[in-house]
C-alpha cells in the first residue's frame, strides 16, 4: 500500500513538472517571421514556459513554419494537433486553416477555421480563460487589428500583454492593441524573455 501512494506522489511531481508555469501566445501575420526567430532565438530554452505561435496563413498552403522555427531554437517545435497536451519548454504552431483552443492544458483544433484574420484573438480569448493570471499575450507584426480583443480579455482576466516595439515590419497589429489600453508591456523582442522570467518568479512567490 506505501508502495502505491509513493508512486502516485512521484507521478503528480512529474506533472507539475512538464506542465508549463505560464502559456506564452505570440500572434503574428505579415512581417512576424523574422520576429518569430528573434524572439526564439532570445529566448533560453529552460524557461518551464510553452510558447504558442498563431500565424495567419493561406488555408491551402502546406506551411513549414514549423520546420523554420526549429532551426532557431534548441526547444522542440510541433504543429498543434487536437488533445496534444501542452508542455513546458516547448513551442507550438497553430495549424493551416484552423482555430485553435486551449482546455485542462490540452489544444483543441477546429477545422476549418471560423473566418480570416482572427486566429489570435480567438486563441487569446481561450488562452484566458483557461490559464487566468498564467496567460500571456505578444502581439507582433501585422496589419489591422487581430490580437486586440484577445489582449482585453487576456487583461480581464489577470494575464499579462505584450506588444512589439517600432521594430515591427508591420505596425498595425501592435500599434492597435496599444491603442486599447490593453497592453501592459511595449518592448524590443530581446528585451521580453527577462520580463517574462520576472513575470514567471512573481507568479512563483504568490503561490
Do not use: W
Amino acid at each position: 500500500m506505501e508502495k502505491k501512494i509513493k508512486r502516485l506522489a512521484i507521478n503528480t511531481e512529474i506533472i507539475e513538472i512538464t506542465r508549463p508555469k505560464l502559456i506564452v501566445g505570440i500572434g503574428g501575420s505579415a512581417g512576424a517571421l523574422n520576429a518569430y526567430k528573434a524572439l526564439l532565438e532570445a529566448m533560453p530554452t529552460d524557461t518551464d514556459m510553452a510558447f504558442v505561435i498563431i500565424s495567419h496563413m493561406n488555408p491551402t498552403a502546406n506551411s513549414q513554419l514549423a520546420l523554420i522555427l526549429s532551426r532557431h531554437t534548441k526547444m522542440p517545435v510541433t504543429v498543434a494537433s487536437m488533445a496534444m497536451p501542452i508542455l513546458a519548454n516547448h513551442v507550438y504552431v497553430i495549424p493551416a486553416d484552423s482555430d485553435l483552443f486551449i482546455e485542462n492544458y490540452t489544444f483543441n483544433v477546429i477545422s476549418p477555421r471560423s473566418g480570416r484574420g482572427k486566429q489570435i484573438d480567438i486563441f487569446f480569448i481561450s488562452l484566458a480563460q483557461a490559464m487566468g493570471v498564467r496567460a500571456i499575450g505578444i502581439v507582433l507584426s501585422g496589419y489591422f487589428s487581430d490580437g486586440t480583443e484577445g489582449c482585453k480579455h487576456i487583461k480581464a482576466h489577470g494575464g499579462n500583454t505584450f506588444a512589439q516595439d517600432r521594430s515591427a515590419e508591420i505596425e498595425s497589429m501592435p500599434l492597435s492593441a496599444q491603442d486599447s489600453g490593453y497592453v501592459d508591456f511595449v518592448m524590443p523582442l530581446d528585451k521580453i524573455p527577462d520580463k517574462l522570467k520576472s513575470l514567471a518568479n512573481a507568479l512563483s512567490l504568490e503561490e
